[in-house]
């Protein structure tokens, strides 16, 4: 008997010491529309494409995150809450990094090196809910700047990789800006035994324009340096800067500015 009452004593204290669930913990993954909620987000069928991946966050006004959904199926294209009536902060970011970016404050949404920096979109607004159900439809903005690294020589026999290691942008951004909120060292190595000649590099620039320094070293198998060169990179929001050029024998220069359907411009270099 007394060993019964010791047992029930310490599941009445681990109970009583148990913690709410936390807004931290409150995140859903492929959550299909739940149509009893009040609260529906919708991102247009049309723009689905752009984006493998899709994070809805909501933020009370002290920047609390209240509810946050991630989908990886990208033909969902929506998610759905039960909130209570307020006024709260809404961000949707789509992307196509390999995880999810940290979301815990709006201030600053993080993507790391290991996941990848992709093309990102942003829906960032101030929405109320009262006693009548909401069902919005968002259409997220581009918020990176791209530059698009175009090698035309041959490889070296000996070339196996080519790292891209930038500064001057951010890894994370600020929902509430669009803009980028830290000095990140951001850094992307390709294996290019498949010939690969193409690299895109994106990044959250914290101005509408910018520069980034690019140093571009190419290694062998054994990871032994053979090539480094180092540019100061031009980039505006939702610009692509496009260089191309031969990058073991050339030089870089500014050649013309054209315009892009998808992206605001594209500025050519030539190297």
């Known amino acids: 008997m007394k060993n019964v009452l ?24 492929n959550k299909e529309v739940n149509e009893d909620d009040n609260l529906v987000v919708r991102v247009p069928a049309d723009g689905l494409s752009a984006f493998s991946r899709l994070n809805v966050a909501i933020y009370d006004m002290d920047g609390t995150r209240i509810k946050q959904a991630n989908q990886q199926d990208p033909a969902l294209g929506a998610a759905s ?5 307020g006024t709260y902060l809404l961000v949707v970011v789509a992307h196509s990094s390999n995880g999810n970016p940290t979301m815990t404050n709006p201030h600053k949404i ?22 009548q159900r909401k069902e919005l439809y968002v259409t997220p903005k581009r918020i990176v700047s791209l530059c698009r690294f175009v090698i035309t020589d041959d490889y070296p026999t000996d070339v196996a990789k080519m ?27 390709f294996d290019i035994t498949d010939g690969q000649k193409q690299f ?13 320094h690019l140093t ?15 540019f100061d990179v031009p980039m505006k929001q939702n610009r692509i800067t496009s260089m191309t050029g031969s990058y073991f024998t050339g030089s870089i220069s500014i050649s013309s500015l054209t315009i892009d359907t998808d992206w605001d411009a594209e500025y050519r270099l030539t190297f």
């Open 110 to 131: 993080q993507f790391t090196n290991a996941q990848g920096f992709t093309d990102t979109f942003l829906y960032c607004e101030n929405i109320t809910i009262d006693d």
């Open 200 to 212: 895109d590099l994106y990044t959250f620039l914290h101005a509408t324009e910018g520069t980034i």
């Open 81 to 85: 809450f039960q909130l209570a009536s």
């Open 6 to 29: 010791t047992l029930l004593v310490l599941l009445v204290a681990l109970v009583s010491c148990e913690k709410p669930i936390t807004s931290a913990d409150d995140t859903d993954t």
């Open 163 to 189: 790292r891209f290691y930038y500064t001057g942008g951010s890894g994370a951004f600020d929902a509430t800006t669009g803009l980028g909120c830290v000095n990140s060292r951001q850094s992307l190595m």
């Open 216 to 230: 571009v070293t190419a290694y062998d198998a054994a990871d032994n340096v053979l090539y480094e060169r180092e």
